[in-house]
C-alpha cells in the first residue's frame, strides 16, 4: 500500500500540488460534522490533518468522527505528545526546529516513541520551522521558542538545510494558524531551493490569491485552517485552485 509520505514525494518530483484542510479539535463542533462531511466529499483535498496546540482529548473523537464521514486520509498534526492517537493514518513526527527548546526537539518524542512504535502508525519526521508573523501566535506561546525573523529568509533556509541534514522527511514552513501575514514568498522561494526534500506551507493561507503565491513560490502543499473555521464552504475553491493548479498558474482560481 502507498504510504501518505509517498503523496508528498510524488509533489515534489512531479510537480503536482497538495491541498491540506487543518481541523483543529477544540474548535471542531461535532453538529456539523455532517455538513462537513459533504463539504469534504466535494472538495476531497488531498489530506485531513488534525491537531492544535491545546488539544487532547478530542482529537481521537475528531479523527473518528472524520473517518466515519470521508475516506480522506488523516494525519495527525500534534501539539504535543498527549494528542498521540493511533486511529490517523500518519503522524507528523515534529521537531520544532526553528526553536531552541529540547521539549520540542526531542522532550516530547522521547516520551512517545515507544507508543509511536508500537502502533506502527507511519510516523513522518518533519521539522518544523515557525516564522514570525505580526502578532504572537498561539504555538509560539506554548512552545516558548522565537520564531525566525520574516525578514531572514537565509536563515529559514539554512534551518530547512540542517532539518534535512538531520534526516528530516519533510520541512513544514509555518506562520502559525490564523498568522497575519502568512510566510513571505521569498522565504517560501529560498528555503525551497535549499532542500530536496517535500515543502509544507501554512499559516494565514486565506484565499486563493495567498494560496497561489505561496504554490507559485515552490510550496509542494498547502495547508488551510483557521479560515475555514468561519467560512468552510471556502474549502472547495481552494480545493479546485490547487488541483487545477497548473492550468491556472498565476490566476486566481
Ligand atoms: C496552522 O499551518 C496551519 O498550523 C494552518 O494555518 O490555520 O492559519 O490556515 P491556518
Known amino acids: 500500500m502507498a504510504t501518505i509520505y509517498s503523496r508528498f514525494t510524488e509533489a515534489n518530483h512531479t510537480g503536482k500540488k497538495l491541498f491540506i484542510v487543518l481541523i483543529d479539535p477544540d474548535k471542531f463542533d461535532p ?20 491537531g ?29 505528545a498527549l494528542q498521540f492517537t493511533d486511529k490517523a493514518d500518519a503522524l507528523l513526527f515534529l521537531s520544532l526546529i526553528s526553536g531552541r527548546n529540547p521539549d520540542f526537539l526531542i522532550g516530547q518524542h522521547v516520551a ?7 502502533s506502527g502508525i507511519e510516523a513522518i519526521p518533519t521539522g518544523y520551522i515557525l516564522v514570525e508573523s505580526d502578532e504572537t501566535t498561539s ?6 521558542t ?26 513544514y514552513l509555518e506562520a502559525g494558524s490564523g498568522a497575519r501575514p502568512p510566510v513571505p514568498d521569498e522565504m517560501i522561494e529560498t528555503v525551497k531551493k535549499s532542500i530536496s526534500i517535500p515543502l509544507i ?53
Open 139 to 144: 504555538v509560539e506561546y506554548i512552545s516558548n
Open 112 to 118: 512517545i516513541a515507544p507508543a509511536v512504535h508500537k
Open 146 to 171: 522565537r520564531p525566525v525573523p520574516r525578514n531572514k529568509p537565509q536563515l529559514a533556509a539554512t534551518t530547512a538545510l540542517a532539518g534535512e541534514l538531520l534526516g528530516h522527511k519533510l520541512i
Open 52 to 80: 492544535g496546540s491545546l488539544t487532547t482529548e478530542s482529537t481521537v473523537n475528531t479523527i473518528q468522527r472524520l473517518k466515519e464521514i470521508c475516506s480522506v486520509p488523516v494525519v495527525l498534526f500534534p501539539g504535543n
Open 201 to 253: 506551507v501554512g499559516g494565514g493561507l486565506r484565499d486563493n490569491t495567498s494560496i497561489i503565491s505561496a504554490l507559485n513560490a515552490g510550496a509542494d502543499a498547502v495547508v488551510v485552517g483557521n479560515v475555514l473555521e468561519s467560512n468552510p464552504e471556502l474549502m472547495i475553491s481552494f480545493a479546485g485552485t490547487v488541483r487545477n493548479y497548473k492550468i491556472q498558474k498565476n490566476t486566481i482560481g
Open 31 to 50: 453538529d456539523m460534522t455532517e455538513f462537513y462531511g459533504k463539504l469534504l466529499i466535494q472538495a476531497s483535498p488531498d489530506l485531513i490533518f488534525v
